[in-house]
């Protein structure tokens, strides 16, 4: 009689198929499955089951089914496969048994509803196939289990190994695990860790990462960020730092995880990288490239703000006779004394730049009045007018200069520094003792005094 069972199972296999289907899919990892992936196995499955119930059965064999225990096979039975997959698709063992529920009461109530007798054959084939049902959660939850093992060894191993510091944070922001790298990192044994906030143990960055936290929970969204601090462990100072959310089986945050990544070397190689693009390799001052950057960026400020600024552009005379007659190495000591001279001779928030060769520029930001740039114009003449020491030789060396006004003169960073260009040739080639302001855009120059 349980061969009536088994034969119900084939021929019914679609319509079994479709109650289990709209069932499978409420579950949360199943919203994204296809129908062909969730009845993969339960198709097997129940074909494996109706092959079963055409098997004769010792009463041992009987008994251990009964417990959930079937026999010894070495090929991987449709139920393991079932398990493993569900691991590696984030199923938890709730909705894996949820699965093996609904496919014995799908089962149980299309084959009940077609043969509604009540008979000791009929009673036989459903306690043959509940057991059956019983076998293949065991086997898939065995599976399932060997997996989840093998993965929280892995995860286990990979936490040792990392050199990051990996931390888990609940939801009040106090440490509940930390692997090596953390205790390392901090200096302190795993006992002086857990259990504490990063304020208790004195992390200065400690008040943003908890707000941080609370967004990466609220949201359930990763976060990254950055942070400068010296640890008395180690030599780096730079890090790079990550929060992510670790969702529990109903899908709420139930912790915090944060890994920590020292990027000095890198950054530090990027700075280098950066800075030798935007500075002048000889004296270290910026380079016209960032110049022009920075001249970009206070036009902006002062269109917000209504404030001046103004851009000194000046050349050496009398450099080209240093260079010539004392070498090139004499030339190059002298420029970078005429570089912190230029450097001493404004405020810290200025910028000093050399654009090549013997030509210098400044941005003096917040200027009012013209007589203001004249001051500091005059200043640098008068500075770089006093002789220099090089080579064991006193050299005497002279300026012109030109300036230009922003929104006066110019009004773009090449336009700004064009006008203050032209100011300076005008003055040298006058050969007059002052100093030019710019064109005006009308190309005839005006002497600022």
């Known amino acids: 009689m349980s061969k009536r069972l088994a034969d119900f199972i084939r021929s019914e296999l679609e319509p079994i198929l479709e109650e289990w289907e709209r069932f499978a899919g409420t579950l949360f990892h199943a919203?994204?499955?296809?129908?062909?992936?969730?009845?993969?196995?339960?198709?097997?499955?129940?074909?494996?089951?109706?092959?079963?119930?055409?098997?004769?059965?010792?009463?041992?064999?009987?008994?251990?089914?009964?417990?959930?225990?079937?026999?010894e096979d070495q090929d991987e039975s449709s139920a393991e496969v079932h398990g493993g997959d569900r691991h590696?698709?984030?199923f938890s063992v709730m909705e894996t048994v949820s699965e093996f529920r609904a496919l014995r009461a799908s089962v149980v109530s299309l084959w009940t509803k077609a043969c509604p007798m009540d008979s000791d054959e009929h009673r036989e084939d459903l306690t043959r196939f509940h057991e059956?049902?019983?076998?293949?959660?065991?086997?898939?939850?065995?599976?399932?289990?060997?997996?989840?093992?093998?993965?929280?060894?892995?995860?286990?191993?990979?936490?040792?190994?990392?050199?990051?510091?990996?931390?888990?944070?609940?939801?009040e922001g106090?440490?509940?695990?930390?692997?090596?790298?953390?205790?390392?990192?901090?200096?302190?044994?795993?006992?002086?860790?857990?259990?504490?906030?990063?304020?208790?143990?004195?992390?200065?960055?400690?008040?943003?990462i908890q707000r941080n936290l609370g967004t990466v929970s609220a949201e359930q969204s990763t976060w990254r960020g950055k942070f400068v601090h010296q640890f008395a462990s180690g030599p780096g100072d730079r890090f790079d730092y990550l929060l992510a959310p670790v969702l529990d089986e109903q899908q709420n945050t139930e912790a915090i995880v944060c890994?920590?990544?020292?990027?000095?070397?890198?950054?530090?190689?990027?700075?280098?990288?950066?800075?030798?693009?935007?500075?002048d390799e000889l004296?270290?001052?910026?380079?016209?490239?960032?110049?022009?950057?920075?001249?970009?960026?206070?036009?902006?400020h002062s269109r917000r703000s209504c404030e001046f600024l103004s851009v000194v552009f000046l050349d050496l005379d009398g450099f080209k006779e240093v260079n010539d007659s004392l070498g090139h190495e004499a030339g190059d000591f002298l420029l970078i004394d005429v570089a912190q001279r230029l450097?001493?001779?404004?405020?810290?928030?200025?910028?000093?730049?050399?654009?090549?060769?013997?030509e210098f520029a400044l941005l003096l930001t917040?200027?009012?009045?013209?007589?203001?740039?004249?001051?500091?114009?005059?200043?640098?003449?008068?500075?770089?007018?006093?002789?220099?020491?090089?080579?064991?030789?006193?050299?005497?060396?002279?300026?012109?200069?030109?300036?230009?006004?922003?929104?006066?003169?110019?009004?773009?960073?090449?336009?700004?520094?064009?006008?203050?260009d032209q100011a300076m040739y005008k003055e040298k080639n006058q050969s007059s003792k002052g100093f030019s302001g710019a064109t005006n855009g009308h190309g005839s120059g005006k002497p600022l005094v």
């Open 343 to 358: 450097i001493d001779c404004v405020r810290e928030e200025d910028t000093v730049a050399r654009l090549g060769g013997d």
């Open 174 to 208: 106090k440490l509940r695990y930390a692997n090596q790298a953390t205790t390392d990192l901090f200096a302190l044994d795993l006992e002086a860790i857990i259990g504490k906030t990063l304020s208790e143990l004195e992390f200065p960055f400690a008040e943003e």
């Open 366 to 420: 917040g200027t009012k009045l013209r007589g203001d740039v004249e001051l500091v114009a005059q200043a640098v003449k008068d500075t770089l007018a006093f002789p220099f020491e090089v080579a064991k030789r006193s050299v005497n060396i002279s300026a012109s200069v030109g300036v230009s006004l922003f929104p006066e003169d110019a009004s773009s960073p090449g336009d700004l520094l064009r006008a203050a």
């Open 259 to 279: 890994i920590f990544q020292d990027v000095t070397e890198r950054t530090l190689a990027e700075e280098k990288v950066w800075h030798s693009a935007h500075h």
């Open 88 to 90: 590696g698709s984030g």
């Open 132 to 171: 059956a049902i019983d076998q293949a959660v065991s086997e898939s939850l065995q599976q399932y289990s060997m997996l989840n093992e093998m993965e929280t060894r892995l995860f286990g191993a990979i936490l040792v190994a990392s050199p990051d510091p990996i931390y888990v944070l609940d939801l």
């Open 283 to 300: 004296t270290g001052l910026p380079n016209r490239r960032l110049f022009l950057d920075r001249l970009e960026q206070e036009i902006k």
């Open 31 to 71: 919203e994204h499955m296809g129908g062909i992936d969730l009845r993969d196995h339960a198709g097997e499955m129940l074909l494996d089951i109706a092959d079963d119930l055409d098997t004769d059965q010792s009463d041992s064999e009987q008994s251990a089914k009964s417990k959930g225990d079937g026999p």
